[in-house]
């Protein structure tokens, strides 16, 4: 069963086509970029193909999803003969809301929640929809699943995702914590039990999903009961350009200082902010190493708030657990980046953390215990793989159809 899946961003759309096989293989994946700009790009990566990337207006998200099936079916970059060999197409779905704990089937009810939910949402759902409805009109008989990143987040209890503020905000607006990269840290909680044999439902878990967004999820048999992203992802740890948890007394303060409107207030603590804001360097972890080789202190003290976050919200994440048995470092810095792991972990070692510097030094984008053997907490870096979660669901989903 070929699988299409789309993450449809407000100006960006990235794909991937998967066989889901036993062992399932991307047969194709790519983005396109800048809709609604003077000048698009369209990036293709056909599996064992040459590459192609057209420069061009792409007006809106029909241009850009003509962009990739036409590609998808070329006789020189395509990797399937026509249209009907898509089965069905996946959707990454930013936020769901309380009416989401689960992939879920597209119909004419889960757009309307969708919707719904693009008030507390506006830069994801909308387009997410859009994305949705364009794929009706041009794959108009293939079933659509949605998969959200908050569902697995929806078992918090009240005493997690309630915030102090009057009660009417939560029951009239909505406002609470909802937490992301769901899929990403079910994947890898699951996964990582998997390599060791551990049953999930017996365990304690803290993943770890770093990279430009990031969060911390405790995961008590297999549940998630607490999470560091809260309303918006902006909350939590300090990421590439988000400011994480901030006093909101200092945010109002710097914008009654600058004047600034809200959507001033969105883009000082999204895109200006976290290890970007503080070093002045990049968001980019690569970045900021070369720069602190180079003796540049704001980018290690960057790194250093950075590991801190992080290790904080693992301490009180044991005590949430009441324990805990295994630590997953995932996303593109927890995979990567060794020098962010062990600063995280020098210093868990009143937890039962028995670290590994050397194996850690040389685990890169694979699956590997980074503790020692005795270690009473295992660590381990997992490489997420959040496309195969939406193709597994939304194949599953489709299966329940016949
Ligand atoms: P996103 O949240 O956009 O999916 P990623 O998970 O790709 O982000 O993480 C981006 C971060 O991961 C960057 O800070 C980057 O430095 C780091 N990173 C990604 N890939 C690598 C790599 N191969 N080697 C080292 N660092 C990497």
Redesign the pocket.
């Known amino acids: 069963m070929n699988i299409l899946v789309l993450n449809c961003g407000s100006s960006s759309i990235k794909y991937q086509l998967l066989d889901m096989k036993a062992q399932p293989v991307i047969l194709a994946k790519g983005l396109v970029e800048k809709i609604g700009l003077p000048m698009g790009i369209f990036t293709h990566k056909p599996e064992g193909k040459e590459k192609l990337i057209i420069e061009q207006p792409i007006p809106d998200h029909v241009d850009g999803m003509d962009l990739i099936l036409k590609a998808l079916i070329d006789k020189k970059y395509g990797v399937i003969d026509s249209l009907n060999e898509i089965n069905a197409v996946g959707h990454r779905i930013a936020h769901g809301g309380e009416y989401f704990s689960h992939s879920v089937l597209i119909d004419e009810d889960v757009k309307a929640k969708i919707k719904a939910c693009s008030e507390i949402a506006p830069l994801h759902n909308p387009a997410h929809l859009k994305g949705i409805t364009t794929m009706e009109r041009l794959l108009p008989s293939v079933p659509q699943a949605a998969v959200f990143d908050t569902s697995f987040h929806q078992t918090l209890p009240p005493k997690a995702f309630i915030y102090g503020i009057p009660y009417e905000y939560y029951e009239k607006y909505g406002v609470r914590k909802y937490g992301f990269h769901g899929t990403s840290h079910k994947f890898v909680a699951e996964k990582a039990c998997q390599i060791l044999g551990w049953n999930i439902a017996e365990k304690k878990i803290i993943t770890c999903h770093?990279?430009?967004?990031a969060s911390i999820t405790a995961i008590d048999k297999g549940k998630s009961v607490d999470t560091s992203m809260g309303f918006t992802p902006v909350a939590g740890v300090i990421m590439?350009t988000r400011c994480g948890d901030l006093d909101i007394g200092a945010l109002l303060y710097i914008c009654d200082k600058k004047q600034f409107t809200s959507l001033e207030a969105v883009r000082l603590t999204n895109k200006e902010s976290g290890v970007y804001g503080i070093s002045g360097v990049s968001?980019?972890?690569?970045?900021l190493d070369a720069a602190v080789a180079e003796g540049n202190q704001r980018a290690q003290l960057a790194i250093e708030v950075f590991c801190y976050d992080v290790k904080k919200y693992i301490g009180s994440y044991a005590a949430v657990l009441n324990g805990v048995d295994l630590i997953v470092f995932t996303?593109?810095?927890g995979?990567?980046?060794s020098i962010v792991r062990e600063m995280v972990c020098n210093g868990l070692e009143y937890l039962g953390v028995d670290f590994d510097s050397n194996i850690n030094q040389q685990a890169?984008?694979v699956d590997r215990t980074l503790s020692k053997a005795d270690s009473k907490v295992r660590v381990m870096t997992i490489t997420t793989d959040e496309e195969l979660v939406i193709a597994t669901d939304t194949m599953e989903l489709v299966k329940s159809i016949k």
């Open positions: 770093l990279g430009n967004g590439g968001s980019d972890f690569r970045e996303g593109g810095i995979e990567n980046n890169r984008g």
